[in-house]
């Protein structure tokens, strides 16, 4: 409704408007196929603190069948330029400036009729979040008539035809069937597939997709970005994909915009960003990413500070504050052109010359030689878990009587040593939260023991908890969500010394030296959550855990909300806090780099039973399971040469339902090395060397001598059989260890 | 959905039970609430309190004289202490009605209301928006008996546009005269209603208009009408009709008093009204019952209409 009153930018500014003519039709390709050319767009948004310039000067041109990424950190502008592509950021408080072609039009001064006609028929776009992107009251099938009936003059049985198809064609199965559900009936990763067919059923030019994997599991997401290069493929459809993952950059694009406070700082072909970088920020982005395929460094090399306010931006270039390389030139405005004479379609916005860039480059090199040791083995238990069951009933009938079980969790077994960081990874959905809540005793055990220093507390009252609430601490993965918003900093990191009884100069002493420990200034105390950003809550989620010196902290999912050198920083604070205090830490997460990054060993848990329990750089190299080897395989690394060479295993399907788990191995419905014993026999955890335990009949990476040896793990579940595991000939499911080594 | 229904079922009668228990209880404890005294009249000798207790049964314990009431309702033979009528039957008289004020005001403050609602969100924060949340809150704020009694002198009494007060009969009087009865409680009730509907209706679309997938309606090139009335208004109605469905159930079951007091439209809850001034304990019990069950009701419906709207919601 708000589409009618935006406002337009009388051209460009009289400074801009001489670079503006004096630059080519394309700053970074000179080529004639240009299906979408846009230049110089420009959006502010009148806010009551100021002016937030959100995109500034971003020009680029689209070719058929391309696809370019746009990547950068959270709020560098990369999905309002999406939006104002579709007129979706258009608002009465909204300013435009420059312009996009498309065609004959210019998408960023037309008209709402002519920018509807162009919307889903010519763009059209999928959204991040799947789950939230469809209308929860409308069926599948009539979502998509609906799409289909806006741009053409198609009876509702036809356009009902044409959106099973695409539906067929995005690979939802008995399409004809599931057109009739409703959203919430869709797994998120099914969701996202029904949004591509959505996307694709007027057959557009342009497929803008604003991070369309980042709320879905690796395996999922490795099967829809199958699915959007199957539609590049298929009809040459251009594609703009927004996303700060690397590794799926590396996977799919063509060419790489790296934005920074609103501007593109540097724009070129996918090997030219990630094997020549010019931009010194684009050269802390590749560094700041953990990654599976290469050794793990020390420390994760780090930006340092933040990005800067869109109100008030540093003066010339940007980036300017978070430099290690500004010198006198950097105040001035740098241009967006190419500073190199063999690439001409490599462009940059960094003063730095060609040769100074070359010398002083350093990809996350930094401190790579501070490679800590492990600690496996050798050192004394602090919490024992064996056989702990969570089984959560579920309801139904005239006098709720229970007809089933969730089996959340199901006969976990494992140990964690003090000051050890044991990883604990699996895709949504797979009981790792319910776990981590079950180990804090925040909810009381099914069935099994927990024993944290000795002692039992499986079933621990209340008041017995109160001394392990000292000693387990938790980090939330919300920021956003887990501090209160109405209590200052100092009460919050307080609160957990409050509650114990500590003395109130003492708390505010503490206070202060805790916040200096995590890398916030004591002057910080007086402040309110809503003050700080994603990684410095982060970090005050930190303080407050460490303010009684627990043994042990569980983080679940502490990163994953945070941009990725904004992870780095984070990640570097828990090792040195270890390091410097002996804390042992779980670690819950979906992000198979950054938990190899920082753990010790690693559980990989499948619907609620742990598939296979390893060193980290075993389990890395060497993956046992068929179940790690798909996960690890599913992951696009930040490295395009690679990622050509990598033969990737796409499993297919998605986890069966925990109320009515799989027999025998609970990952045979996906498995491409199953056979009838798999079904008949649940497998017992094997002991292969190095410390390496897994379940499965049938073992990848394994010699006939280590299958021979390999003896029954105490962690076993109860349920497992005594087959011992067997080699088989025909490896159905190749594993790259080449890219993984 | 069958089990459903039949545990609100069960539901229901404990509820009933509950309420009548209740009712029965209040009134005997409360003072000068001894029926027998009433009943005799102005000039009491005790022997004639002492007949009519026995007559009535008042001598009796608690527990049997619940249960004859109970059983006196149920069969439809209730009669009042007060004028010796028969309870259910007056109910039966009142219920057209009620109902006829009921249904009239409910449909015209949910279109009224809704369509308010959409206006003001549309224009969220420009004038007419502020204009329209003025009036409403004007709306809401206004005692009901105090605007009905205005618009019945006013327009009524002073300028003769309306009739003052009463019902009419379809059979006796036709259609014209019923609408001409009922025309000026309908919007004197709907008025508060309104007011509170509209707000409701705005500040759900306003809620619905930021969601994401109003954000995937308007990529796919729907006209801005089709994404207001399929996807933003559709999902904001849901709550709206959910508060109606029991606002509703609510005056379906004699809760509108003040305004068929007002407007002496001699329905159920003015029967209710001047039976509780008169401390008489059988029509008080009776449409008491009769106030919960619709009440009750509702609440089943306006659940399963709930769960067709809202497809994520399954009716455990
Ligand atoms: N309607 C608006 N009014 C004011 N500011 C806005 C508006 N929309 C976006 N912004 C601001 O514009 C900036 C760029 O936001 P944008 O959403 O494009 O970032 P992004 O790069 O997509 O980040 P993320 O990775 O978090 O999605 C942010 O500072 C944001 O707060
Ligand atoms: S222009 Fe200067 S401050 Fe900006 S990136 Fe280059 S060297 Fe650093
Ligand atoms: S046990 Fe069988 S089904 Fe399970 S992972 Fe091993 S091979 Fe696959
Ligand atoms: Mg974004």
């Known amino acids: ?741 | 959905m069958a089990a459903f229904v039949i545990r609100r079922l069960l539901g229901m009668v404990l509820v009933l039970f509950a309420v009548s228990v209740l009712v029965f209880l209040i009134f005997t404890v409360i003072p000068n609430g001894d029926p027998a005294y009433r009943m005799a009249g102005k000039n009491v000798t005790p022997q004639v309190v002492e007949q009519i207790r026995k007559e009535w049964g008042f001598d009796q314990n608690l527990f049997v004289q619940y249960t004859t009431t109970m059983k006196k309702l149920f069969s439809g033979n209730l009669i009042s202490y007060e004028n010796r009528v028969n309870v259910v039957e007056e109910i039966i008289r009142g219920l057209p009605r009620t109902f006829a004020l009921a249904i009239g005001a409910a449909l015209i403050w949910f279109v009224v209301g809704v369509a308010v609602g959409l206006f003001t969100a549309v224009r969220a924060g420009r004038w007419p928006d502020r204009v329209v949340t003025v009036i409403a809150l004007v709306g809401i704020s206004m005692p009901v008996f105090w605007l009905g009694a205005l618009a019945s002198y006013y327009l009524g009494y002073k300028a003769n546009i309306f009739p003052n007060g009463g019902y009419a009969e379809i059979a006796d009087e036709g259609f014209l005269s019923w609408l001409h009865h009922l025309l000026l409680p309908w919007l004197v009730l709907a008025t508060l209603f309104i007011g509170v509907y509209s707000r409701v209706v705005r500040s759900s679309m306003l809620d619905t208009i930021n969601e994401d997938y109003v954000r995937t309606a308007r990529a796919k090139g729907l006209s801005e009408r089709r994404v207001l009335i399929r996807h933003v208004l559709r999902n904001s109605l849901i709550p709206v009709v959910t508060l109606w469905g029991l606002d509703f159930g609510a005056i379906l079951g004699g809760g509108a008093i003040l305004t068929e007091t007002v407007f002496d439209l001699q329905g159920i809850g003015q029967y209710f009204a001047e039976s509780i001034k008169r401390l008489d304990v059988p029509p008080v019990m009776a449409v008491t019952m009769f106030g919960a069950f619709f009440i009750v009701a509702f609440n089943t419906f306006v659940d399963i209409v709930y769960a067709l709207l809202d497809p994520r919601i399954r009716l455990e």
Not at chain 1, 223 to 241: F, K, N, P, Y
Not at chain 1, 451 to 464: C, K, M, N, T, V
Not at chain 1, 632 to 637: C, E, G, N, Q, W
Not at chain 1, 691 to 702: Q, S
């Open chain 1, 1 to 741: 409704m708000s589409e009618l009153e935006s406002t337009r930018i009388g051209g460009v500014p009289p400074g801009d408007r001489a670079r503006a003519s004096s630059r080519g039709a394309d700053p970074s390709r000179s080529g004639t196929d240009v299906l979408l050319d846009v230049r110089n767009v420009k959006v502010d948004f009148n806010t009551e603190n100021g002016v937030v310039h959100a995109v500034d000067d971003v020009s680029f041109s689209l070719a058929p069948g391309e696809v370019l990424a746009v990547v950068g950190e959270s709020g560098s502008g990369k999905s309002v330029t999406a939006m104002t592509l579709m007129g979706l950021t258009r608002s009465p408080n909204a300013v435009f400036g420059g312009s996009a072609r498309l065609h004959d039009l210019d998408l960023i001064s037309a008209s709402g009729n002519e920018l509807r006609r162009v919307r889903g028929k010519e763009i059209a776009m999928i959204f991040q979040d799947p789950m939230t992107s469809l209308n929860p009251v409308h069926r599948i099938g009539k979502q998509i008539v609906e799409q289909i009936q806006a741009h053409e003059d198609v009876s509702d049985e036809q356009a009902m035809r044409r959106a099973v198809q695409v539906l067929e064609r995005v690979g939802i199965p008995r399409a004809q069937e599931r057109a009739a559900s409703y959203p919430h009936e869709f797994s998120g990763g099914m969701r996202q597939r029904v949004m591509i067919a959505m996307a694709m059923a007027c057959d557009p030019a342009i497929l803008i997709a604003d991070e369309p994997t980042t709320a879905l599991d690796v395996t999922i997401q490795a099967q829809i970005l199958e699915e959007m290069r199957a539609l590049r493929e298929r009809s040459e459809t251009a594609i703009i994909l927004v996303t700060h993952d690397l590794g799926v950059v590396a996977d799919i694009a063509d060419r790489i915009a790296v934005m920074y406070a609103g501007r593109i700082v540097e724009m070129g072909t996918l090997d030219e960003i990630f094997y020549d970088p010019q931009h010194p920020y684009t050269w802390g982005l590749l560094g700041s990413i953990a990654r599976i395929d290469r050794d793990r460094p020390g420390r994760l090399p780090s930006i340092p500070g933040m990005p800067p306010s869109l109100i008030n931006r540093p003066q010339g270039c940007h980036f300017r504050p978070r430099c290690r390389h500004e010198f006198e030139a950097c105040p001035r405005y740098p241009e967006l052109e190419s500073r190199l004479g063999e690439a001409p379609g490599h462009h940059d916005r960094c003063w730095l010359s060609a040769e100074e860039k070359r010398t002083r480059r350093v990809v996350g090199e930094g401190e790579r030689d501070r490679a800590r040791s492990r600690r496996c083995g050798g050192v004394t238990a602090l919490l024992e878990v064996a056989h702990v069951k969570q089984h959560f009933p579920v309801r139904r009938g005239v006098f709720n009587r229970v007809s089933g079980h969730v089996h959340a969790v199901d006969d976990v077994s494992f140990s964690l040593g003090r000051g050890e960081t044991l990883g604990l990874v699996g895709e949504s959905g797979c009981g790792k939260t319910t776990l981590s809540r079950t180990i804090m005793r925040l909810l009381e055990p099914t069935d099994g023991t927990i024993e944290l220093e000795g002692r039992d507390i499986s079933h621990a009252r209340s008041r017995e908890l109160r001394p392990l609430r000292k000693d387990v601490q938790m980090v939330f993965q919300d920021p956003f969500a887990s501090l209160n918003p109405r209590k200052r900093i100092v009460q919050i990191v307080g609160a957990p010394l409050m509650h114990h009884g500590v003395p109130r100069q003492e708390i505010g002493r503490r206070t202060n030296e805790l916040l200096t420990r995590v890398g916030l200034s004591p002057e910080h105390a007086n402040r309110f959550p809503h003050e700080f950003s994603g990684g410095q809550r982060q970090r005050i989620g930190i303080a407050r855990a460490l303010a009684l010196s627990p043994k042990l902290i569980v983080l679940d999912e502490p990163v994953s909300a945070l941009d990725v050198s904004i992870q780095a920083q984070v990640v570097n604070l828990l090792e040195d806090i270890q390091e410097e205090l002996g804390v042992a830490y779980l670690f819950v997460a979906h992000d198979l780099s950054v938990v190899r990054h920082v753990s010790d060993r690693i559980a990989v848990m499948y619907l609620g039973r742990v598939m296979e329990l390893s060193p980290s750089e075993e389990l890395y190299s060497k993956p046992i399971h068929p179940y790690t080897a798909a996960l690890l395989s599913a992951i696009p690394v930040p490295d395009p040469r690679a990622n050509r060479d990598r033969r990737r295993v796409v499993v297919g399907g998605e986890p069966p339902s925990p109320i009515d788990p799989p027999s025998g191995c609970v990952f045979r419905t996906r498995c491409p090395r199953a056979r009838e014993l798999c079904r008949n026999e649940v497998p017992r955890l094997s002991e292969y060397p190095g410390g390496h335990v897994a379940a499965c009949h049938f073992p990848l990476n394994v010699s006939e001598v280590e299958v021979g040896c390999a003896g029954k793990s105490p962690l076993s579940t109860r349920d497992s059989g005594n087959t011992a595991p067997a080699l088989v000939e025909d490896d159905e499911m190749p594993l790259d260890t080449g890219a993984l080594a």
